[in-house]
Structure formats: structure tokens, C-alpha cells
């Protein structure tokens, strides 16, 4: 058993409080400027000013439609299981409406597809090519949300899984972690930092070889998806539909989309094809 007695609490200044969570969600946006403003000067397609458009266009769409996602998922648990709001396991926004807009709560999948449909309405707008773009990123936001950010998760006591009694379980022993009192359990946020670093090599490997553009993203939002519907039955969470968290409902309709647009559109690119694009750039 490994004990995790790190108070969530960084730093507090007066009446303001900030996590170790919040550090480590403001390092994963800083990381993923820094990968995109390294891919512009190695001759990537897009400019400094695009980066910044996208950090100003991003984090707002990705805060909003994250904290949007929580907020659905709370009041659909509270109508179905009426007795996890009343212990306190869920929040009914729909009698409490004030805690909707500066409430805690955030959810990694509303984080990455409302940062994902705020700028390719940018895109759009500006009729720039988003495919290459999001392959371009790709690599970078699976450290962001599944290394950097399950850092965060890990310090600050949540997203752990169930109890265990293999000798890496870890157990919260600072009085204000969210994992206080929930005794030996799977230290599910290292299990997704692990994979997340497998799946950055693969992507990796694999940028540049599949077109259309585009298809480089897809392949990280589908293995993503597997990984959350399997690790979620590790985790500690609420049923949302069918039995399954609100997370892997998404992932399933993730896969849905996934699966058929790379089965009927994706292809794979010679070497040196590949060779040819990458002289090109």
C-alpha cells in the first residue's frame, strides 16, 4: 500500500484557495502552446498567431462545455438515483441553478471536445485546414489530459478506483483529499498517466502515415475511448445510463463516429510518400 498524505491545497492567499489540480490543468494548457508554438518553428503549416488565436478560442470553449457536461451529468444521476443527491454524491442543479456558473467541477471529455469544437469553428470561420491541424496536436493534448492532468487528479484525490488489496493500492490519508476515507483502492489516474505516455509514442509513430488529414486525431479519440470504457469499471463513479458513467457513454459514441469515418475514409501512406510530404514541409 502506497499512502498519499499531499494536501490538495497548493497555496492559499487570503480567502483564495488554489489545487494542485488547478496547477496542473494551467501546466497542460501551457504544454500544449509550447507543442504547437515547437511545431511552427520546425516548419509546421501554421503561425505564432494562429497558436495564440487557438490558446483564446480553445480554454474558454473546452471550460464552458466540460463544466456543461458535469452539470448534465449531475442532474441526470440526481433524477434516476434521487438517493446519491441525498448523500451528497451528486448535486441536483436543477433546485440548486446558482452553483451552475463558478461551481468546482470539470470533466476531461467536455475539456477536450469543447476546446475541439471551439476551434474548428475558428477554422471554419477563418477557412484554415483543420485536419492537419488536429493531427498536429494530437500527440500533445493526450499528455495533456491523460499524463499532466491525471497528475493533477492523483495530488488531488479524485478519479481513484476501487478498493484493492494489490500492493500498489494507494490510500488518502490527508484529511482533505477527495479520496479521504475511501480506503486501499486502484490508483486508476497512474494506470491512465501510463497509457497515455504509450499512446503519445504511437501517435508519434504514426504521424504522418495515414491521410486524410485529420485521421491522426480520430485514432487518439478512439483509443482514448476504448481505454475509458474499460478503466471506468475500475473507477469509482455514478451510473449515468444503462449502468454505465457518463463518460462511457460518450466513448461509445465516440467509437460510433470513429471506427466508420477511419474504416471508409482513412488510408495508409507509403514510406516514401511519407517521405515526400514530410520534404514538402
Not at 484529511?175 to 486508476?188: D, I, M, R
Amino acid at each position: 500500500m502506497i499512502e498519499i498524505g499531499i494536501n490538495p491545497v497548493a497555496i492559499t492567499i487570503g480567502a483564495v484557495s488554489v489545487r494542485w489540480y488547478g496547477i496542473f490543468i494551467a501546466l497542460a494548457i501551457l504544454w500544449i502552446i509550447l507543442w504547437l508554438g515547437w511545431q511552427v518553428r520546425k516548419g509546421a503549416k501554421i503561425s505564432y498567431d494562429t497558436v495564440i488565436t487557438v490558446a483564446l478560442v480553445g480554454v474558454p470553449s473546452g471550460i464552458i462545455i466540460s463544466r456543461l457536461l458535469h452539470v448534465i451529468d449531475n442532474i441526470v444521476v440526481a433524477k434516476l438515483h434521487p438517493e446519491l443527491a441525498f448523500i451528497g454524491a451528486v448535486i441536483d442543479y436543477t433546485q440548486y441553478p446558482g452553483q451552475i456558473i463558478g461551481g468546482g467541477g470539470l470533466t476531461a471529455y467536455g475539456a477536450v471536445l469543447g476546446a475541439a469544437l471551439g476551434i474548428w469553428i475558428y477554422f471554419k470561420i477563418s477557412k484554415q485546414e483543420i485536419g492537419y491541424f488536429f493531427d498536429l496536436i494530437a500527440p500533445a493534448v493526450v499528455v495533456a489530459q491523460a499524463v499532466i492532468g491525471r497528475v493533477g487528479c492523483t495530488l488531488n484525490g479524485c478519479c481513484y478506483g476501487i478498493t484493492t488489496s494489490l500492493p500498489w493500492g494507494i490510500a488518502y490519508i490527508h484529511p482533505s483529499s477527495l479520496g479521504f476515507g475511501a480506503g486501499v483502492v486502484h490508483p486508476t489516474q497512474v494506470y491512465e498517466i501510463i497509457y497515455g505516455l504509450v499512446v503519445f509514442g504511437v501517435l508519434l509513430l504514426l504521424k504522418g502515415r495515414f491521410k486524410p488529414d485529420g485521421s491522426l486525431f480520430l485514432i487518439y479519440l478512439g483509443l482514448y475511448a476504448v481505454w475509458r470504457i474499460g478503466i471506468d469499471f475500475m473507477r469509482m463513479g455514478n451510473p449515468f445510463l444503462f449502468g454505465l458513467d457518463q463518460a462511457q457513454i460518450i466513448s461509445i459514441i465516440v467509437l460510433a463516429i470513429v471506427v466508420p469515418v477511419l474504416a471508409m475514409r482513412t488510408r495508409w501512406m507509403k514510406a516514401e510518400t511519407q517521405l515526400e510530404s514530410n520534404e514538402e514541409v
